[in-house]
Structure formats: structure tokens, C-alpha cells
């Protein structure tokens, strides 16, 4: 059972386009990380939210936990190449086990 | 700071063989992670360990998969014999004790059953 829905799966997008990646649950979760995995790499965190309608920025990356902590968004303005990766949400519930999602396939194009 | 450590980078075995993966955490990091990357999905979390006991290994295959951390520090993890579907990155994490929203990978092993 996938307790974490990533969409959307693919996404090409051109250098400079603005982009939102979605990653949603029926599960309440104490927090949300965002990671980005790059090809022959492990991934690596990018940022945790733990309030529901929190918001967070990183540079040209917006984080928003849901009002419920169910659901979950991160923005990319001006998209640019080097934002090319695997965009994968985790979920922590009771104990410290994260549950990740399938992940955002992102391709930016100069 | 050094990362998380894994070998090999890469390895190719046939069904019903051996392999045995090693991970050396980040210093301090008392928390270390197994994980299982197949192709298209996000990691699926194998066995974690805190210092050198067990946490949580719910999700382990232990009939064929098994896993040590004998010393507190660096770790293996063995799947004896191998599977088709074992085919996937294995990655291992690290953080520190009472901060596993804060984990840290390492580059992972890809392993290849045919």
C-alpha cells in the first residue's frame, strides 16, 4: 500500500517555466520531508515540514504543508537545469520510520 | 564532514548466489538505515538499527536477507540467495539519535540479479 501519492510522475518542463509537484495522503503525518535524487546517487534532504499550513522557502523552492498535514506541494520558480532530479516526498508517522513516495521525475531543458 | 560510505557501488550476481553490502554511517550518527530502491519507486525502508540493536525490521525478508551492526558503527547487510526481483538500489542512511527527519544517504550499491 503506497501511503504517499507523488503527481505528477513526469514532468518536462523548459529553463524558466514555473513548476508545482503534488504529494498526497489519506494518512495524518507528524511531518514531510522533500528529498531530490540525482542519477547514481542517494537522496538527499531538501527540507522537513512538520505544522500543518506551514510554508517554507529554499532559494527558488516553496515547501506548504497541508492546513491537515495530509498533503503536501513544492513550487520551483524559473525552473533551471540543474533542478533535474527525482523529487521524493517522506511521510513520518508514529515511531521514526519515513514512508517515501514514488517520486517526481523532473527534466528541465536549457 | 565525510557521508555515508557504501560498497560495493555495483555488483552483478546470478540467482541463487550470495552478496553482502557495507555501509559506514556518518561519526556520531547512532541511527543507521537500510533501504530498497527498485526502478520507479521511492525507498522502501529494509531494517534500522540504533547503535547496534534493532528498531525496526518489519519490512526485511529474513528468509533470505539479514542484516548486522555489530559494533555500532559500520554495517552489512547480506541477501543469501539472491532473487530476480532482488534487483535494486540499496541504500543506507544515517542520523542521529532522536533526529530521523534529518537522514542522510549515501550514494547506494546497485545490484543486478540475473
Known amino acids: 500500500t503506497q501511503l504517499l501519492e507523488q503527481s505528477p510522475q513526469f514532468l518536462s518542463i523548459q529553463e524558466g517555466e514555473n513548476l508545482t509537484v503534488y504529494c498526497n495522503s489519506s494518512?495524518?503525518?507528524?511531518?514531510l520531508q522533500w528529498y531530490r535524487q540525482e542519477p547514481g546517487e542517494g537522496p538527499v534532504l531538501l527540507v522537513t515540514?512538520?505544522?500543518?499550513?506551514e510554508v517554507k522557502k529554499l532559494k527558488r523552492l516553496t515547501f506548504q504543508f497541508g492546513d491537515a498535514r495530509k498533503d503536501s506541494s513544492l513550487h520551483i520558480t524559473a525552473a533551471q537545469p540543474g533542478d533535474t532530479g527525482l523529487y521524493l516526498c517522506?511521510?513520518?508517522?508514529?515511531?521514526?520510520?519515513?514512508?517515501f513516495g514514488k517520486g517526481t521525475s523532473l527534466l528541465v531543458t536549457p | 564532514e565525510a557521508g555515508v560510505a557504501q560498497s560495493p557501488r555495483y555488483k552483478i550476481i546470478e540467482k541463487r548466489q550470495s552478496v553482502a553490502f557495507w555501509c559506514n554511517p556518518i561519526s556520531g550518527h547512532a541511527t543507521l538505515y537500510w533501504y530498497q530502491q527498485i526502478l520507479g519507486q521511492g525507498p522502501k525502508l529494509l531494517i534500522q538499527?540504533?547503535?547496534?540493536?534493532?528498531?525496526?525490521d518489519s519490512q526485511l525478508p529474513k528468509d533470505r536477507f539479514s542484516a548486522e551492526r555489530l559494533k555500532g558503527v559500520d554495517s552489512t547487510l547480506k541477501i543469501q540467495p539472491a532473487k530476480l526481483e532482488d534487483s535494486a538500489v540499496y541504500l543506507c542512511a544515517s542520523s542521529l539519535i532522536g533526529n530521523s527527519y534529518e537522514q542522510y544517504f549515501g550514494p547506494g550499491t546497485r545490484l543486478t540479479v540475473t
Open positions: 538499527f540504533q547503535n547496534n540493536g534493532v528498531v525496526d
Open positions: 494518512s495524518v503525518f507528524s511531518s
Open positions: 515540514v512538520v505544522t500543518g499550513g
Open positions: 517522506a511521510g513520518a508517522q508514529s515511531g521514526y520510520a519515513l514512508n
